[in-house]
Each structure stands twice: as C-alpha cells, then as structure tokens.
C-alpha cells in the first residue's frame, strides 16, 4: 500500500510559477513510473507529466512542455512539478499518481497507475 499526499498548489497570476510536491509513504520501495494528471472542471483527467524509476526518463503533454518540468527524488520519497510561465488555461485539480507495476519506465496512461493522491487545486488568474 503506498499513500500520497500532494503539497503546493494554490493561486498564481498568469505568467507565474508554483512548484508541486508529492510525497510517498507505505511501501516506497514498490513505486516504479509516477506522474501528475489534472482535471479542470466539467473536464475529463488528463496527463501532465510522467518520470521513470530513476528519474532519467519523462514525458511531457504538449500543452505543458517548455513550462513545466517534473523530477523525482527516490531518497525522499518524493516528486515534484515546478510550473512556469503559468497559464489561466492550467487551472486545474491536480493529482499525484504512482505505479506500482512491473516496469519502470513512465507511464502515459492513467489505467497504469495504481495510488492516486486526493489532489492540491492549482487557480491561475489572468
């Protein structure tokens, strides 16, 4: 069993920055591809970013690469999310999530991810 507790979000004007934090407790070891989904209001939840194992590998939504970028701190049981040149567009609920599956490499789709976080709401003003 793992939980994941999300840190971080809040409001932001357009063009700033918030940095994310999701911290792992329970059996740490077994979470292998994590990532960051959001869901906007009235919209489906969609992928943000994703990191592999041992942080060397990501993957980026089109909408978010060159503005964000995820990391992975395995000794702290911890990833991140820093967000830049924010936009109102972004303003979502988002989500920490973790595999706990055989690979690990990223994971892309949501159906991979095993433990979800209760999600930090992140408002970007215009």
């Known amino acids: 069993q793992l939980q994941l507790t999300e840190s971080g979000g809040g409001l932001a004007q357009a063009g700033g920055n918030l940095r994310l934090s999701c911290v792992v407790s329970?059996?740490?070891?077994?979470?292998?591809?994590m990532g960051w989904f959001r869901q906007a209001p009235g919209q489906a939840r969609e992928l943000v970013a994703t990191i592999s194992w041992s942080g060397t590998s990501t993957y980026y939504a089109d909408s978010v690469k060159g503005r964000f970028t995820i990391s992975r701190d395995n000794s702290k049981n911890m990833i991140s999310l820093q967000m830049g040149s924010l936009k109102p567009e972004d303003t979502a609920v988002y989500y920490c999530?973790?595999?706990?599956?055989?690979?690990?490499?990223?994971?892309?789709?949501?159906?991979?991810?095993?433990?979800w976080g209760q999600g930090t709401q992140v408002t970007v003003s215009s």
């Open positions: 999530a973790a595999s706990v599956r055989g690979s690990t490499q990223y994971q892309i789709d949501a159906k991979a991810y095993d433990y």
């Open positions: 329970g059996r740490t070891t077994s979470a292998n591809g």
